[in-house]
């Protein structure tokens, strides 16, 4: 008769070392540890996070563009307001390391005061899109019914407007008493429908989840479940796609202070001067190359902070 | 499918009519008054004032002048300009010169956005990966606006290679605006396509694909590439609107004699009939391309079907 016991570690003739059940502990195979750290999205996303040159880069690019935004003083000494026709176009000098604009306004500390109202602008857009975008879409999604079939027709309504048009009509309207204000009002008026839908979607695919159905079954109620369960689940693409559209927003508002419907001149700001530096592209582009770079180096940052993001959150890209 | 189709027209109603409602009451709150703009500096004659108020209809309350206009479009009439002349003629004059650019700027999207997206796909991690992904965030970064006039200077007067401007709209002379105006989608569609182009190399089916022996350039072809291409072309179907829409600093740059152009001088003047005619016109071809591309779907991916 075969002996089926469990198999000793002496028997003559064994291959592989068996540890017999006596010497092994005994241990669930799903037990979990409570010493060691428990991994969630957000840690696994921060652990690779960290190892990620982009999101070294533009981390420390965005830090130093709030540093000049919160202490312009710091970098330069010139009062960016001060322009005299006798330093039109003047060459770069001590204190004015490049030198003036047509109007004589030192560039560099143009450059260094502008930050302010464009990430004023993108920041201020994005927590209005955000609020915005994330309650009606969070509401369309949850509730789902009539109250999602009125909710997304109005989101439709918003998003077949072309953006930059609605934007110009508006602002027509207040055309000389333009305030930072106007403009991230009105960009948040009609740029919150990409939010509201990406929340509306992963608020539907997170609200038919085991944990929430596990949740209502222990008698929570439908707000705390979506407080509590749903939002938490939906957020990360929010956070994504809010960093990538504080970069556009900059951008917009460059482009309607281009167009002529940005800022006042009193205010100062990248994109009223890369367009009345664009008639000297030809003799003076430093002009308009430096306000332009400024400009186009923290809208890299936030997209480029918004891709490293983007990748560390989604497991499928995400190399181990 | 003709069921899913009457009922996707049957939604858009809704959309149209608040799109309308939304833009005629911005240009209606939009200030000063264009009757007496129309007198210039001299004095303003209040009965002819008033007789071309009634002839605009500009005496009635709002909702009345929208749904006057509203009836208009339904019978094809898109009014007068306040110079007199019928909104459907710059309507005719300049939806035709948009319509090559925007394909111009599309067709430029599909075949280099696709092309570039496949091959730093399948290369993923390599150089021309890396090169390819962080120049296309440098290219959404920098204002259109800013790549419109250096490219309009560098490569229309500095090296003569295009005309600066394109007032005659030949294909010619569009095809700078067209690359500008396609520059940040094509960005987009870069890196759509390669993200989905890396998605589906490691599925299922690709490795079987692999297995059974099939060429390289096969399995990219026909088991990766339509897979692939379903966000890009639900991408690309959105992006038509936006680009006949945002043409808007393209056109200026440019000069070209075109939508953007039309309803940014029609804003300036307050003309509230060319701009909304326009506008909802922009709004039909939007909807139109999404309806389009949703059909698509189900040619792109046989297991899509509309019932």
């Given at each position: 008769?075969?002996d089926?016991?469990i198999?000793r570690?002496?028997?003559?003739?064994?291959q592989?070392y068996?540890?017999?059940?006596?010497e092994t502990?005994?241990?669930g195979?799903?037990?979990?540890?409570?010493?060691?750290?428990g991994?969630?999205l957000?840690k696994?996303?921060?652990?690779?996070?960290i190892r990620?040159p982009?999101?070294?880069i533009?981390?420390?690019l965005?830090?130093?563009?709030l540093?000049?935004?919160?202490f312009p003083?710091l970098?330069?000494?010139?009062d960016?307001t001060?322009c005299?026709?006798?330093?039109?176009?003047a060459?770069?000098?001590a204190g004015?390391?490049?030198?003036?604009?047509?109007q004589?306004?030192?560039?560099y500390?143009?450059?260094?005061?502008?930050?302010?109202?464009s990430?004023?602008?993108?920041?201020?857009?994005?927590l209005g899109?955000?609020?915005?975008g994330?309650?009606?879409?969070a509401?369309?999604?949850?509730y789902g019914?009539?109250?999602?079939?009125?909710l997304?027709?109005?989101?439709d309504?918003?998003?077949?407007?072309?953006?930059?048009?609605a934007?110009i009509?508006v602002?027509?309207?207040v055309?000389?008493?333009?305030?930072?204000?106007h403009i991230?009002?009105?960009?948040?008026?009609?740029?919150?429908?990409?939010i509201?839908?990406?929340?509306?979607?992963?608020?539907?695919?997170?609200?038919?989840?085991d944990?929430?159905?596990?949740?209502?079954?222990v008698?929570?109620?439908?707000?705390?479940?979506?407080?509590r369960?749903?939002?938490?689940?939906?957020?990360?693409?929010?956070?994504?796609t809010?960093?990538?559209s504080l970069?556009?927003?900059?951008?917009a508002?460059?482009?309607l202070?281009?167009?002529?419907?940005?800022?006042?001149?009193?205010?100062v700001?990248?994109?009223?001067d890369?367009?009345?530096?664009q008639?000297?592209?030809?003799?003076?582009?430093?002009?308009?190359f430096?306000p332009?770079?400024?400009?186009?180096?923290?809208?890299?940052?936030?997209?480029?902070?918004?891709?490293?993001v983007?990748?560390a959150l989604?497991p499928?890209?995400r190399?181990? | 499918?003709?069921?899913y189709?009457?009922?996707?027209?049957l939604?858009?109603?809704?959309?149209l009519?608040?799109t309308?409602?939304?833009?005629?009451?911005m240009v209606?709150?939009m200030?000063?008054d264009?009757?007496?703009?129309l007198f210039g500096?001299?004095?303003v004659?209040e009965?002819?004032?008033?007789?071309?108020?009634?002839?605009y209809?500009?005496d009635?309350?709002?909702?009345?002048?929208y749904l006057?206009f509203?009836?208009?479009i339904?019978?094809?009439?898109?009014g007068i300009?306040?110079?007199?002349?019928p909104?459907?003629d710059?309507?005719?004059?300049?939806?035709?010169?948009t319509?090559k650019l925007?394909?111009?700027?599309?067709?430029?999207?599909?075949?280099l956005g696709?092309a570039?997206?496949v091959m730093?796909?399948i290369?993923?991690?390599?150089?021309f990966?890396?090169t390819?992904?962080?120049?296309?965030?440098?290219?959404?970064a920098?204002?259109t606006f800013?790549?419109?006039?250096?490219?309009?200077?560098?490569f229309?007067i500095e090296?003569?290679?295009?005309?600066?401007?394109a007032r005659?709209?030949?294909i010619?002379?569009?095809?700078?605006?067209?690359?500008v105006?396609?520059g940040?989608s094509?960005?987009?569609v870069?890196?759509?396509?390669?993200?989905?182009?890396?998605?589906n190399?490691?599925?299922?089916?690709?490795r079987?694909?692999?297995?059974?022996?099939?060429?390289?350039s096969?399995?990219?072809t026909?088991?990766?590439l339509?897979n692939?291409?379903?966000?890009?072309?639900?991408?690309?179907?959105?992006?038509?609107?936006?680009?006949?829409?945002?043409a808007i600093v393209?056109?200026y740059?440019?000069?070209?004699?075109?939508?953007?152009?039309a309803l940014?001088?029609a804003?300036?003047?307050s003309e509230g009939?060319?701009?909304?005619?326009?506008?909802?016109?922009l709004?039909?071809v939007?909807?139109?391309?999404?309806l389009l591309v949703d059909?698509?779907?189900?040619?792109?991916?046989?297991?899509i079907?509309?019932?």
């Amino acid at each position: 008769m075969p002996d089926t016991s469990i198999p000793r570690a002496t028997r003559a003739g064994q291959q592989r070392y068996v540890a017999p059940l006596d010497e092994t502990p005994l241990q669930g195979v799903d037990a979990v540890s409570n010493e060691s750290d428990g991994s969630s999205l957000w840690k696994d996303a921060f652990r690779s996070l960290i190892r990620q040159p982009l999101f070294i880069i533009s981390g420390l690019l965005i830090l130093l563009i709030l540093v000049v935004v919160a202490f312009p003083w710091l970098f330069t000494s010139a009062d960016p307001t001060y322009c005299t026709l006798d330093n039109s176009l003047a060459e770069p000098r001590a204190g004015h390391p490049l030198g003036f604009n047509q109007q004589g306004c030192d560039i560099y500390a143009r450059v260094i005061y502008g930050a302010q109202a464009s990430v004023m602008v993108g920041a201020f857009t994005t927590l209005g899109v955000v609020i915005i975008g994330g309650i009606i879409g969070a509401v369309a999604g949850f509730y789902g019914g009539w109250i999602d079939a009125l909710l997304s027709r109005i989101m439709d309504i918003f998003f077949a407007l072309p953006f930059v048009l609605a934007a110009i009509v508006v602002l027509q309207l207040v055309r000389d008493s333009i305030t930072v204000w106007h403009i991230i009002g009105v960009l948040a008026a009609f740029g919150w429908t990409q939010i509201a839908r990406i929340t509306r979607g992963a608020v539907i695919s997170t609200k038919n989840s085991d944990f929430v159905t596990a949740s209502t079954a222990v008698g929570a109620s439908p707000l705390k479940n979506l407080v509590r369960h749903v939002l938490p689940n939906a957020i990360a693409p929010v956070i994504v796609t809010a960093t990538v559209s504080l970069g556009i927003y900059i951008v917009a508002e460059a482009t309607l202070s281009y167009l002529g419907l940005g800022l006042p001149s009193t205010i100062v700001s990248w994109g009223a001067d890369i367009a009345s530096a664009q008639t000297l592209i030809r003799t003076n582009p430093e002009a308009l190359f430096f306000p332009a770079a400024a400009l186009a180096v923290t809208v890299l940052s936030f997209i480029m902070m918004g891709d490293a993001v983007r990748d560390a959150l989604d497991p499928k890209a995400r190399t181990r | 499918m003709l069921r899913y189709t009457s009922r996707r027209i049957l939604q858009m109603i809704p959309v149209l009519l608040g799109t309308t409602l939304l833009i005629y009451a911005m240009v209606f709150a939009m200030p000063g008054d264009p009757v007496t703009a129309l007198f210039g500096d001299k004095p303003v004659n209040e009965n002819v004032a008033d007789q071309i108020r009634a002839e605009y209809n500009l005496d009635e309350p709002f909702i009345v002048q929208y749904l006057l206009f509203l009836k208009g479009i339904f019978v094809g009439d898109f009014g007068i300009t306040f110079s007199g002349r019928p909104v459907i003629d710059i309507i005719a004059r300049v939806f035709p010169t948009t319509i090559k650019l925007a394909f111009m700027a599309l067709i430029i999207e599909m075949v280099l956005g696709v092309a570039v997206g496949v091959m730093a796909g399948i290369r993923k991690g390599k150089l021309f990966d890396s090169t390819v992904l962080m120049l296309s965030l440098v290219v959404i970064a920098i204002p259109t606006f800013v790549l419109g006039f250096v490219g309009q200077f560098v490569f229309g007067i500095e090296l003569g290679w295009f005309p600066a401007t394109a007032r005659d709209a030949s294909i010619g002379s569009l095809l700078m605006p067209a690359v500008v105006l396609a520059g940040v989608s094509l960005a987009y569609v870069i890196r759509l396509t390669r993200t989905s182009i890396v998605e589906n190399l490691s599925a299922d089916h690709v490795r079987t694909a692999k297995a059974k022996g099939l060429s390289g350039s096969r399995v990219t072809t026909v088991h990766v590439l339509r897979n692939s291409l379903i966000p890009v072309v639900t991408f690309l179907g959105a992006d038509l609107g936006t680009l006949m829409g945002g043409a808007i600093v393209t056109e200026y740059i440019f000069a070209v004699d075109g939508v953007g152009s039309a309803l940014y001088d029609a804003i300036l003047r307050s003309e509230g009939t060319t701009v909304v005619s326009i506008v909802t016109l922009l709004v039909v071809v939007y909807i139109f391309a999404n309806l389009l591309v949703d059909l698509l779907y189900a040619v792109l991916d046989p297991r899509i079907r509309y019932a």
